[in-house]
C-alpha cells in the first residue's frame, strides 16, 4: 500500500483521501466532508460546523446566538423562548416589542392586555385618558364601573372592605359581604344595640 495525498480541502483524512479529519483554513468540516459554507442549523467555529444550540433552527457567531427557532418558539434578541417575555409579544416568528405604554401583549405585538400605570386599555391600546362615556377602572377603559367599586371622579375604586356594593363614596356602602349587615351605610358584624336584624340590615327598634 501507498499514501496517498488526502483530498485538497482536507488538512487531515483518513480510511480514505474524501474522509476528511479537519480542514483547510477557508473551510469547515462536515460529516466528514470540509465545505465553504455551512449548511443551516449549524454554525462555523474552529473550521468545524458546530451544530446550533436547541431550539435555534439557526445561528451565526456561536452556537446559542440564534437567527431562527424551531417551531413552537419565538426569537428575541437572537434567543428563542416558547412565550415571549413581558413586554413584548408574537408578530410572525419573533418577539418584538409591544407598542407604547404597554405592559403586556403576549399575543401580538399590537395587542395591548395590559397597559401601564397611568395609562388606560381601550380597543387594545393604551391612552392617557378615556373617551367620553367610558370611566377608568384598573388601567381599562370601561362603559359603567362593576360590582364592588363606585365611580369618584372618573374612575371606579374599590369599596372598602366588607362593602359588596358602594355609591357616592368608597365608605358609603349600599350592601355588605356575607357575614355583615348594613347599619347607616356602614357594614358591621352586629347589630349595635337598639337596632334589629332584618334581612341583610340593621333597623332602629320602634
Known amino acids: 500500500s501507498k499514501c496517498e495525498k488526502c ?36 454554525v462555523k467555529i474552529s473550521n468545524v460546523c458546530a451544530e446550533c444550540t436547541s431550539p435555534c433552527s439557526s445561528c451565526r457567531s456561536k452556537q446559542d446566538q440564534c437567527t431562527a427557532c424551531i417551531s413552537g418558539y419565538y ?11 413581558e413586554g413584548t409579544g408574537i408578530t410572525g416568528s419573533q418577539c418584538k416589542a409591544c407598542q407604547t405604554n404597554c405592559q403586556k401583549c403576549s399575543s401580538s405585538a399590537e395587542t395591548c392586555e395590559v397597559c401601564k400605570n397611568g395609562y388606560y386599555l381601550y380597543n387594545n391600546k393604551c391612552q392617557s385618558y378615556c373617551p367620553n362615556g367610558l370611566v377608568k377602572y384598573n388601567n381599562q377603559c ?11 371622579g372618573s374612575s371606579c375604586l374599590n369599596c372598602t372592605s366588607n362593602c359588596q356594593t358602594c355609591s357616592l363614596s368608597v365608605d358609603h356602602c349600599d350592601s355588605c ?3 355583615y349587615h348594613l347599619y347607616n351605610n356602614q357594614c358591621v358584624s352586629e347589630c349595635p344595640i337598639g337596632t334589629t336584624l332584618v334581612g341583610s340590615s340593621c333597623l332602629n327598634c320602634t
Open 7 to 42: 483530498n485538497t480541502k482536507c488538512k487531515t483524512c483518513s480510511i480514505s483521501v474524501d474522509h476528511c479529519d479537519s480542514c483547510k483554513s477557508i473551510y469547515a468540516l462536515y460529516q466528514n466532508t470540509c465545505i465553504s459554507t455551512c449548511p443551516t442549523g449549524t
Open 75 to 85: 426569537l428575541f434578541q437572537n434567543k428563542c423562548y416558547s412565550e415571549c417575555p
Open 142 to 152: 370601561v362603559s359603567e364601573c362593576p360590582i364592588g367599586t363606585t365611580l369618584v
Open 177 to 179: 359581604v356575607d357575614n
